[in-house]
């Protein structure tokens, strides 16, 4: 365990060191507001005494028209009241480093690597835990203007503790 936590802090520190050298690069064109973009996700799941709520805010520095670098912040809340044991509240909150590339016109390349706490509190105390867990996801999608659609797949997939069902997950980005 104390194994994976190192491993997950190298490549998380790593990443992080990369964004910094590339932030660091001189800007020649224009101020540095005027290539960042912003985007993210927003989202809500109600139904039967079940309720969801995602905000995942992003902005994208645009080093040059090929590579944009950025970072993203991740919030949700779920909560589930069936009368039951399992019932639960679940809050996960963290961050995000972001590396999008534009090899040709209509195909984006991604890397999203996200370090998120878990929370879940069940009916049932026994139950209850809290975690960090890693992702790092790696994608490709189609690219038309701001928007793109594609999947993406996370390396570091761990069937017991991400809060994903799987490892390959469609995603939608729009960034303005």
Not at 49 to 68: D, E, K, M, R, T
Not at 141 to 146: E, K, L, R, T, V
Not at 156 to 166: G, K, M, Q, V, W
């Amino acid at each position: 365990m104390k194994i994976n936590s190192i491993k997950n802090i190298t490549i998380f520190s790593l990443f992080g060191l990369f964004c910094c050298i590339s932030f660091s690069q001189q800007n020649t064109d224009g101020s540095f507001w005027n290539r960042v973009r912003y985007g993210g996700n927003i989202g809500a799941n109600f139904g039967n005494n079940f309720s969801s709520v995602l905000i995942a805010p992003q902005a994208i520095y645009q080093v040059n028209p090929y590579v944009g670098l950025g970072l993203g912040l991740n919030y949700s809340y779920s909560e589930r009241d069936l009368n039951r044991f399992d019932d639960f509240t679940s809050t996960i909150v963290g961050g995000s480093l972001i590396a999008i590339g534009q090899p040709i016109d209509f195909l984006q390349i991604s890397a999203d690597f996200e370090y998120l706490r878990v929370n879940r509190n069940f009916r049932e105390r026994s139950l209850n835990d809290e975690y960090w867990v890693p992702a790092l996801f790696l994608g490709a999608g189609y690219q038309q203007g701001n928007f793109v659609v594609g999947a993406r797949y996370d390396v570091l997939f761990n069937d017991r503790r991400s809060i994903y069902a799987n490892g390959i997950q469609p995603f939608v980005r729009l960034l303005f």
